[in-house]
């Protein structure tokens, strides 16, 4: 990989660029006049991908694969049945409350850590924990910078903290009963094939099952409910514990551990 600009950029953007391929340990090439696919056939480094940072936000291309970017998505348009009195199958799901603290193990894009960052509010705090360096990084400037047109939705993306991290070691690190959720969305085993949006993330994404060393950590890490989105015709939920409490009229599911069930 290496770090570009778009064409024509300030100091700051050149600035950004070389601390990105820094973070990265790979090259920043300057963009004069080239377009991306002439960078990728001029940098061998480039052959699996060009990072380009621009004004909008930072932006990942390669061969054979959408242009991966930050944006709210679908959580927008979640938060805002939630301003006007709606629900949230996830945020329902997972009980949250104001003042709660969240642990997003999978956050990928980031869209559900924004749904549940506006659930717990100002006194609430959101990890969302990412295990691919690059995916990390655009979610991480995402949301320092994204500007939807509702200032709390923007104050809910500012909260919330992002970790380049393995969910296991970091769950693992954790003392005992140090935050009220805990949330798995790892990619699902069977796929969501019309999820057009998901299609950036698939190649990026660190695609691993979840294990049963994970949610043991994740009961003893979480004081209220640990919760597993998964497709509703999976067979996780079983094999991991979780009791299966709703899916949201589509593909999606949800089950949950509850920490008391334990302490009974």
């Known amino acids: 990989m290496i770090v570009t600009t778009t064409e024509r950029p300030d100091g700051r953007l050149v600035a950004r660029a070389r601390r990105l391929a820094a973070e990265f340990s790979c090259r920043y090439a300057e963009r004069r006049r080239d377009t991306l696919a002439g960078m990728r056939r001029k940098y061998a480094d480039a052959a699996d991908g060009v990072l380009v ?19 709210p998505s679908m959580a927008l348009i979640r938060i805002k049945r939630l301003r ?16 709660d603290r969240v642990l997003d193990c999978t956050a990928g894009l980031g869209s559900d850590s924004l749904v549940l960052s506006y659930a717990v509010g100002e006194r609430g705090r959101v990890t969302a924990l990412e295990a691919s360096p690059l995916l990390h990084a655009i979610v991480r400037e995402g949301l320092s910078e994204y500007e939807t047109e509702l200032p709390d939705v923007n104050v809910a993306m500012r909260r919330i903290e992002t ?10 690190a954790l003392p005992d ?30 695609d691993e099952p979840l294990t049963e060393e994970a949610v043991r950590e994740a009961r003893r890490a979480a004081r209220k409910r640990v919760v597993l989105k ?4 999976s067979g996780q939920f079983e094999r991991l514990g979780f009791r299966r409490v709703r899916h949201s009229g589509s593909a999606v599911a949800y089950g949950v551990i509850d920490i008391h069930d334990d302490n009974d």
Do not use: Q
């Open 53 to 71: 940072v621009g004004n909008e936000g930072l932006r990942f291309v390669a061969d054979g694969a959408p242009p991966l970017f930050y944006h």
């Open 84 to 99: 006007e009195g709606g629900g949230d199958a996830l945020v329902e799901a997972a009980g949250a409350k104001e003042g």
């Open 163 to 172: 970790v380049c991290a393995d969910h296991f070691s970091y769950l693992s």
């Open 177 to 206: 009963n140090s935050v009220d959720i805990v949330y798995f969305d790892p990619m699902f085993t069977i796929p969501v094939l019309s999820s057009s949006s998901l299609e950036p993330l698939r190649a990026h994404a660190k």
């Open 230 to 233: 998964e497709h509703r015709g």
